[in-house]
């Protein structure tokens, strides 16, 4: 389980001393929270020691703290976006030394720690690629395109009980009736057919969410409130898939509230 750490109080500090120049004041509360914060970022005691003995000096540790965060954050989320598309894409070898790469160079122990989650589930996922068969403990989505991957190099689905059930719950997220999806069980031929349709029902749905949302946003910020909700509007007449008509609602109504 990943550590939870609370960076907006020095967030907050940064804001004040290196953004708008307020004077750093090394009183206890500000000490104790450049000390917590200096040893998440993984700088050493010692270091930190000499950096209180000033506020110039103290300065200059606050900005290297920043200065690891940012750079620790946009090394993490540049790793997740290109695993996420290898994965997606059935290149789990790829995924997973994007991260690897990533985990070899990152210094502040919650993003290395976050790398070595996702290094761990991809291990997990390669292992669905090999087998076929699910694991509870990953995410859907994930398997559901390593399920297609291995259907397009002529590998048909083993229609355990495990894979009935998470067939099951998946065509139920994308309001596939218990029927229909009873009738594709019945053979793996058709539990292919019925995998197909699940993965491209989620991934229209989620085109349609993400371009009806830019556009209502570009709509709003530019004062046309009607033209705005006219695009959840004309979603939520084509959209079938339950999660992408709740976040259609949720915008929808966001954009009545005062």
């Known amino acids: 389980m990943t550590r939870k750490v609370d960076w907006d109080p020095i967030r907050t500090l940064e804001k004040q001393v290196l ?7 090394l009183s206890d509360d500000v000490q104790a929270l450049l000390r ?4 998440e970022v993984a700088i050493p005691t010692e270091d930190v020691k000499q950096a209180l003995r000033s506020p110039r000096s103290a300065t200059a540790l606050l900005r290297k703290i920043r ?6 954050s946009r090394r993490l989320g540049n790793a997740q976006s290109r695993a996420y598309r290898l994965r997606d894409a059935g290149n789990l070898d790829g995924a997973r030394k994007a991260m690897e790469a990533v985990s070899a160079v990152e210094v502040v122990p919650f993003y290395r720690e976050l790398a070595a989650n996702m290094i761990s589930n991809l291990g997990r996922l390669q292992k669905v690629a090999k087998t076929g068969r699910v694991d509870p403990k990953l995410s859907e989505h994930s398997q559901l395109l390593i399920l297609l991957h291995r259907l397009d190099q002529g590998k ?17 997220e994308v309001a596939i009736s218990q029927a229909e999806t009873k009738e594709a069980l019945a053979n793996p031929k058709s ?3 019925l995998l197909q349709k ?5 991934q229209k749905g989620t085109k349609r969410l993400t371009r009806a ?7 709003r910020d530019a004062g046309d409130l009607e ?5 959840m509007r004309d979603l939520l007449a084509v959209e079938v898939v339950p999660r992408f008509r709740r976040a259609a609602e949720e915008n929808l109504a966001g954009l009545d509230a005062p």
Do not use: C, D, K, Y
């Open 227 to 231: 033209g705005a909700r006219q695009q």
């Open 191 to 193: 539990a292919g057919a």
């Open 67 to 72: 200065q690891r965060l940012n750079a620790g």
């Open 36 to 39: 917590r914060s200096a040893r």
């Open 19 to 25: 953004e708008r120049g307020e004077p750093l004041e």
């Open 156 to 172: 048909p689905l083993n229609l355990t009980m495990g894979m009935r059930a998470f067939l099951h719950h998946a065509a139920s």
């Open 213 to 219: 949302l830019v556009r209502m946003m570009a709509l």
């Open 198 to 202: 699940i993965v491209e029902r989620r």
